[in-house]
């Protein structure tokens, strides 16, 4: 299995991008890791939101397979506790059907179409946080998964 991260822009903010490149080097000692950055949309000041998401969605798509489980991170998804997230992790990976897909969308979310095609959906928080630094806070929590998995002393429980 290889799990990636797809968000929408890049990590620009120098703390937020430094703890994210902690914890994406961290993680590609358990799994195959990948992160991928989709350019965020130019000249989008005179289009509304669905627009920009619609724009966003289909750039989203493309870079997403057929075999692909497809996890969005929205505020609307399954919250877990680390263990939980753990086990959940932890199924998937004994099933090694497919590739692990998590997405991070834009500052107005996900279009239509990329609902339609995910798997699921995983909330962070009921807070709202900045779709930056959800990036960093998801791969810490990638990370902790992992060292549960594995029976390490990250996670103090």
């Given amino acids: 299995m290889h799990i990636t991260l797809l968000t929408v822009g890049k990590t620009d903010i120098p703390w937020v991008r430094a703890g994210l490149e902690t914890y994406v080097s961290r993680l590609e000692h358990y799994v195959p890791f990948s992160l991928k950055e989709i350019p965020e949309l130019k000249g989008v000041s005179a289009l509304g939101r669905e627009q920009i998401k619609a724009r966003e969605g289909e750039l989203i798509l493309r870079q997403l397979r057929p075999a692909d489980e497809v996890v969005l991170l929205d505020e609307h998804g399954k919250e877990f506790r680390s263990l939980e997230l753990a086990d959940w992790l932890g199924r998937r990976l004994n099933a ?38 959800v990036r960093t806070i998801f791969a810490e929590q990638l990370y902790r998964a992992f060292t549960i998995l594995r029976g390490e002393p990250y996670h103090h429980e």
């Fill in 96 to 133: 090694s059907v497919r590739d692990l897909v998590f997405v991070v969308g834009g500052a107005y979310g996900f279009s239509d179409a990329v609902y339609a095609r995910a798997d699921g959906k995983l909330s962070l928080s009921k807070m709202t946080f900045s779709h930056q630094l």
